[in-house]
């Protein structure tokens, strides 16, 4: 990282300082600054964030753990390529659990939930118009939260919020994409229609839908991002 890009953290924060450099670096890579295949350099990452090289490898560490980066044999620390085997297990659970979320939320969500989703349609709308990235992937994040809210089963949610992170980069780069917001939120109106004739089926249906038309944009975002380069490590 030859430019510096990444934010000094707060230190004046009540958070553990460990929590800070994790979610630092970890936004970085979901955000696109750390591209995939970069290698981090810990003293310069250390002098950025404002902090010592500990938090940085405490981080690094983690970071692996989550798939994020890879650490090869003395030469250091990688962001990590997009495998299609990561995102075909990811996309696999996620299919099936956003299915059984949306068809639950069917038959248990309430009036107000119900309002609450048709205000973030409204809102990534809003955010689609104006082309603001980090605002629409806020409101999808928020969308999908509300269904597993609506669902009542808070094994569920503590399931899919185990791929939390990985599940929002994905959305990122899915979400980039040409096209794929509009058809994105068309897939989401579709969803709550279901929902709100509460109609469990069709409702599981469309998410589960919805999440393989993600994964396939996603797929193809690496597809096209190949053809730039020399191919894409890693991948089966």
Do not use: W
């Not at 090289?53 to 997009?82: C, H, N, Q, W």
């Not at 299915?99 to 069917?106: Q, R």
């Not at 393989?212 to 797929?219: K, T």
């Amino acid at each position: 990282m030859a430019e510096k890009r990444l934010t000094p953290v707060d230190l004046e924060s009540y958070r553990p300082l460990r929590e800070l450099v994790l979610d630092a670096i970890r936004g970085a890579i979901m955000n696109g600054t750390l591209q995939p295949r970069e290698r981090l350099m810990e003293i310069q990452m250390a002098e950025e964030l404002g902090v010592s090289r500990t938090p940085i490898r405490e981080a690094l560490r983690k970071l692996e753990l989550e798939g994020f980066i890879v650490m090869v044999p003395r030469k250091g620390a990688y962001v990590s390529d997009l495998s299609f085997k990561d995102i075909a297990d990811v996309f696999e659970i996620r299919a099936a659990l956003e299915g059984l979320a949306a068809g639950l939320a069917a038959e248990r969500i309430t009036e107000e939930e119900l309002e609450r989703m048709e205000r973030l349609l409204v809102e990534k709308q809003e955010a689609i118009t104006q082309d603001d990235i980090g605002k629409l992937v806020e409101v999808d994040t928020k969308f999908h939260e509300l269904m597993y809210q609506a669902s009542r089963n808070v094994r569920l949610g503590s399931i899919i919020s185990n791929l939390r992170e990985q599940i929002q980069r994905f959305r990122l780069t899915s979400l980039s994409y040409p096209g794929r917001n509009k058809l994105s939120l068309e897939e989401h109106k579709k969803i709550v229609e279901a929902i709100q004739a509460r109609d469990y089926q069709l409702a599981r249906q469309l998410a589960t839908e919805h999440i393989e038309n993600a994964e396939n944009v996603l797929i193809e975002c690496i597809k096209l991002d190949a053809s730039k380069k020399d191919g894409i490590s890693g991948t089966e």
